[in-house]
């Protein structure tokens, strides 16, 4: 570790892997209720597991993002970070806000919860992924701001890089665009139409600036390859996505009640969404390929090149095959949906956090790299993880395909609920696939606790240009 | 591509060892990429116009009739004759390594941008004045939509010209390190080209 203040990262890390695992127990729990409707009723009921499940893995990933940035920014800066104290304060509010926010969800009616957090001053709750009571969107865009003081002031009084700067500017996106989730017109479209500010310019427009940044970060420094060369792909990266992925927020405004418009609009420029995800997974591979060194930690390389590839098939090619308007027209909030979700969270958010994380933590333990033994049991852990969520992503697709052509497409088109009937035995497979995914996050977890040597670094000319058939 | 770009211009035959040079194209690997995945997107958009034009062929020749394509077809002189400018100063760099004279050149083509967006700006007033908005029918959703997409770019064009043509007086680029100057014109010859197919498709072709 360059800078003693990059300490302040670990907990953040460390909280996010462990809303991680509570967010992929809910996935579980509703899992098994798509097919076991009363399991955990009334309890749990259904929409508060989706609630938890969703909620859980925004905020995990957020706390991912933030200890990423405490990490990088005094790196790239070359100065210690403005203030550590503020940032673990941050990060204690953060959490106890966000787990008290999680058990009023658990333990309260969602009425009584809005009844109870100030909804009557400021209607801001109710709306899918925005759930969060008026206090704990306050609450985030308090530490937000702190968070962004903090990292802006680092990186003014520093080093100035391609890599921080687009950093900030997916951060401070991030934030600004919350700020979309305090309106709440009457007028249900345009609620949607704002809605999607938050939701859509998030997920396809400032967090693909941060996964670029974290990528760029990490190949930089496992590679050895020019920073230089890595910045300028960066670039390039990042305006195809912002080209492609602002004004792709239309393939959300098919049938809201927007003008017709953007059905083209809409349909054409998310079509082309799948370029920048494209152009990353070149990107990871070449630079991987171009090393100049072998670090020791090949876990991080693997997560790294698996990130190129798994947002690609996730976000790129999943998203476009539901993106033209014309099949949307049928395949609208169906399960391919919730694949496409699935596989685009997972290969692009998650898994690019998880890469910061198996870069930095050992080096915030002390150490290079993790042992042998601990990098091979992470590993493991990577491919359990990565192939059920593949496996997830097509039994879901599989049900969604069952379902549009059941309920919509057949010419004696039958009820939802009937049509949820016929294609369970999916959801029972998702379901056992999802058992598989936690083995792998419990395997993850304990690779953190694995003992042995510190493994050493490899030559350079051993190996070289394996890595990429060796790892992927 | 050197040699290419000297055919379109008419020029002296380049010194032997410039046309016996490299043969990859000039500028970097990225503003190809960059390139392509442009072209790409305005390829979509062309080929969403011809669908949605045989699904409609009469509404979009009886809309046609209301374009300036006199309008257009000045455009058109003014973006190939901003090529030229661009190539021509690639040319004074590379060839001549007479930077200032590489920056009137460049200074030229950013002039002829200039005056493609004030033709292009009256033409949308005059539309507008009309009436005439995304939501009039599929025409002229997709002539404002493209049209409107490549005035984006070719603002960003002039954009990396006026960079290209500080840094061109600054002398930053000579024979052999005009990396970043033949990348820029590069991209600025993608946004020409991209007019070259959009006036026909949409102006012209019945």
């Given at each position: ?37 009363d ?85 801001t ?86 996964l ?56 054409i ?20 390929n171009?090393?100049?060194r ?10 790294a ?16 095959l ?20 699935h ?34 049991v992470?590993?493991?852990s990577?491919?359990?993880m ?42 029972w ?44 | ?17 410039v046309a ?32 949605a ?79 005439i ?37 600054r ?18 010859h ?6 070259i ?10």
């Amino acid at each position: 570790m360059q800078y003693k203040s990059q300490a302040v990262a670990k907990p953040y890390f460390i909280a996010a892997i462990g809303l991680f695992v509570g967010q992929i127990l809910f996935g579980l729990i509703m899992g098994l209720q798509y097919v076991i409707g009363d399991f955990l009723f009334p309890a749990i009921p259904f929409n508060i597991a989706r609630m938890v499940h969703t909620n859980l893995l925004i905020v995990w990933l957020l706390f991912g993002f933030m200890g990423a940035a405490y990490y990088m920014i005094p790196e790239e800066s070359e100065t210690e970070l403005h203030s550590p104290g503020l940032a673990l304060a941050l990060f204690w509010i953060f959490l106890i806000a966000g787990a008290l926010t999680i058990v009023g969800y658990l333990l309260l009616p969602y009425a009584r919860l809005a009844e109870l957090t100030g909804n009557d001053i400021l209607a801001t709750m109710g709306r899918e992924f925005l759930e969060q009571p008026l206090i704990t969107k306050v609450g985030i865009v308090i530490v937000a701001l702190g968070f962004l003081y903090n990292v802006s002031l680092t990186v003014l009084k520093g080093r100035k890089t391609s890599i921080s700067l687009i950093l900030m500017l997916g951060l401070w996106g991030l934030a600004v665009f919350f700020l979309f989730s305090f309106y709440n017109p009457e007028n249900l479209v345009k609620d949607k139409f704002y809605w999607w500010w938050v939701v859509h310019l998030w997920v396809e427009g400032v967090w693909e600036l941060i996964l670029g940044a974290l990528l760029a970060f990490v190949l930089i420094k496992v590679t050895g390859v020019d920073r230089e060369v890595i910045e300028k792909w960066l670039y390039v990266i990042i305006t195809l996505t912002l080209i492609t992925g602002i004004v792709g927020t239309g393939h959300h405004y098919f049938w809201i009640g927007t003008p017709g418009y953007w059905q083209w609009w809409g349909s054409i420029f998310s079509a082309l969404e799948p370029i920048p995800f494209f152009a990353m997974t070149i990107f990871a591979f070449n630079m991987v390929n171009r090393r100049r060194r072998d670090h020791p930690n090949r876990a991080a390389t693997l997560w790294a090149l698996g990130t190129g590839v798994m947002s690609f098939l996730g976000a790129g090619v999943w998203g476009f095959l539901h993106t033209l308007a014309p099949v949307n027209y049928y395949t609208h909030g169906t399960q391919i949906t919730a694949a496409h979700g699935h596989m685009a969270f997972y290969g692009a958010y998650v898994m690019v956090v998880l890469t910061i994380i198996s870069y930095a933590m050992p080096v915030l333990r002390g150490r290079a790299a993790n042992s042998n033994r601990a990098q091979v049991v992470e590993m493991w852990s990577f491919w359990l993880m990565t192939i059920s969520m593949v496996f997830i992503t097509l039994f879901l697709t599989a049900a969604g395909i069952l379902q549009v052509w059941l309920q919509r497409f057949s010419s004696t088109p039958q009820p939802f609920m009937v049509v949820q009937e016929q294609i369970s035995m999916f959801y029972w497979m998702r379901e056992v696939t999802g058992v598989i995914f936690l083995l792998g996050l419990a395997i993850y977890v304990a690779s953190f606790f694995m003992k042995g040597e510190a493994a050493a670094s490899v030559s350079t000319t051993s190996g070289r240009g394996e890595i990429g058939t060796q790892t992927a | 591509m050197r040699t290419t770009l000297s055919e379109l211009a008419p020029l002296p035959a380049p010194p032997a060892s410039v046309a016996a040079g490299p043969t990859h194209p000039p500028g970097d690997l990225a503003v190809w990429f960059f390139i392509l995945a442009e072209l790409l997107v305005f390829a979509v958009f062309f080929a969403a116009y011809a669908f949605a034009r045989a699904h409609d062929v009469a509404l979009f020749n009886a809309m046609q009739e209301q374009l300036d394509r006199p309008g257009g077809a000045l455009n058109t002189v003014l973006l190939i004759t901003a090529s030229w400018c661009v190539a021509r100063a690639v040319q004074a760099v590379c060839e001549q390594n007479h930077a200032a004279l590489g920056a009137r050149w460049l200074a030229g083509g950013i002039a002829c941008g200039g005056g493609f967006l004030i033709v292009k700006c009256i033409e949308y007033a005059d539309k507008f004045a009309a009436g005439i908005n995304l939501s009039t029918n599929t025409f002229w959703m997709f002539y404002l939509s493209l049209t409107f997409f490549h005035f984006m770019h070719v603002i960003l064009g002039m954009v990396i010209l006026a960079v290209l043509w500080a840094q061109t007086r600054r002398g930053i680029y000579t024979p052999g390190h005009a990396n970043g100057l033949e990348s820029g014109a590069a991209y600025w010859h993608m946004v020409d080209l991209v007019w070259i197919v959009l006036f026909p498709l949409v102006y012209v072709m019945r």
